[in-house]
Nanobody, 115 residues
Framework: QVQLVESGGGLVQAGGSLRLSCAAS????????MAWYRQAPGKQRELVAT???????NYKDSMKGRFTISRDNAKNTVYLQMNSLKPEDTAVYSC?????????WGQGTQVTVSS
């Protein structure tokens, strides 16, 4: 089992920044890929960014240049640095882990960007 706990969400003005954290615990050795997803009200969940065990990253095109995913292996934590936030970035952001034991989700953290 893998447990994921997100933190760092909140209310920010357009143009501002936030850093989300996702702390993993449990069978973390089994994790291959971690990712951030988001779901805005009335919309489908969408992939924001991924990071592999080796540190390779991928981003949804609309996030490139504004969002950065990173990981601190010593802290078993993945981060999502979000800059130049826009009102359309408002969503619940969830951490996801894919392992050979299964897939796991965090509880999500709300990000609200005011105009």
């Amino acid at each position: 089992q893998v447990q994921l706990v997100e933190s760092g969400g909140g209310l920010v003005q357009a143009g501002g920044s936030l850093r989300l954290s996702c702390a993993a615990s449990g069978s973390i050795f089994s994790i291959n890929v971690m990712a951030w997803y988001r779901q805005a009200p009335g919309k489908q969940r969408e992939l924001v960014a991924t990071i592999t065990r080796g540190g390779s990253t991928n981003y949804k095109d609309s996030m490139k240049g504004r969002f950065t995913i990173s990981r601190d292996n010593a802290k078993n934590t993945v981060y999502l640095q979000m800059n130049s936030l826009k009102p359309e970035d408002t969503a619940v952001y969830s951490c996801y882990a894919d392992s050979y034991r299964g897939s796991y989700w965090g509880q999500g953290t709300q990000v609200t960007v005011s105009s």
